[in-house]
């Protein structure tokens, strides 16, 4: 038996989230499906992050455990052979038997697009969030920068949510430019459940005027879901990268 490490890139547009579920299609369920055709056997994929219907991904990782005498290459190209367009396997290595996508990872990155254009744009829409009206970026980049460290997420995370371990540690949180583009980027050891695309509809209240960096504070403080702002379309996130101290792919 071989546990095997993979590296994903998918267009979430289609799919109902990573999670196998009882109606609609994920992108375990593709995967799988693949895998089973493969190495001839049902066998649970196991992701890194359980992204959300809609979310994109250029980096997520999955592990499994098959018996097969097909190289690391072979698979890789087997597995692209069956996957549907909107998915691909970027990478396929050997892992250790201890190896875990989503309990050995030491933090993830995820990023959210925004494109401020007072205009459609159908070739980027499906990948950013369309903002029309100026934003005050420095007010933004104030909050973002208030997320760093430790703190409870309570206010940022779905109701009734994984919110029994509402502790996260971020060790990024900043906005970035690339012409019309604003890019929030966010790394943290974890995220609870809609954490990410609640926090960008908060700091976008405050790039509208409607929110000073001392009250996106006392927000962040009050662990209070209704407390925050609304959560930012899925169509703007990525998961870019998830990060190992002893990766797999780098040995």
Not at 195 to 205: D, K, Q
């Amino acid at each position: 038996m071989r546990r095997l490490m993979l590296t994903l890139e998918y267009d979430g547009t289609g799919f109902r989230g990573w999670q196998v579920q009882a109606e609609g299609r994920t992108v375990q369920g593709v995967l799988e499906r693949a895998i089973r055709r493969v190495v001839g056997s049902r066998v649970r994929a196991t992701g890194a992050s359980r992204t959300d219907s809609g979310v994109h991904a250029e980096g997520q990782v999955a592990h499994f455990d098959a018996e097969s005498r097909l190289s690391e290459e072979e698979l890789l190209k087997a597995l692209n052979y069956w996957l549907p367009d909107d998915v691909s396997v970027l990478d396929c290595c050997g892992a250790a038997s201890d190896f875990h996508a989503r309990y050995s990872a030491s933090s993830k990155l995820y990023r959210y697009r925004m494109v401020r254009c007072p205009v459609r744009r159908p070739l980027r829409d499906r990948f950013a969030l369309r903002v029309w009206e100026p934003l005050d970026l420095e007010q933004m980049r104030a909050c973002a920068a208030l997320v760093t460290g430790e703190h409870d997420f309570a206010s940022f995370a779905t109701e009734h949510r994984e919110t029994e371990h509402p502790l996260r540690r971020v060790l990024r949180s900043e906005f970035a430019e690339d012409g019309d583009e604003l890019l929030y980027h966010i790394e943290a050891d974890g995220f609870l459940y809609n954490m990410v695309r609640a926090l960008v509809g908060t700091f976008l209240l405050a790039g509208r005027g409607k929110l000073t960096p001392p009250e996106f504070a006392a927000i962040l403080n009050a662990r209070d879901r209704k407390a925050a702002g609304p959560t930012a379309p899925a169509r703007g996130l990525t998961l870019v990268r998830v990060n190992y101290p002893n990766d797999p792919r780098r040995q």
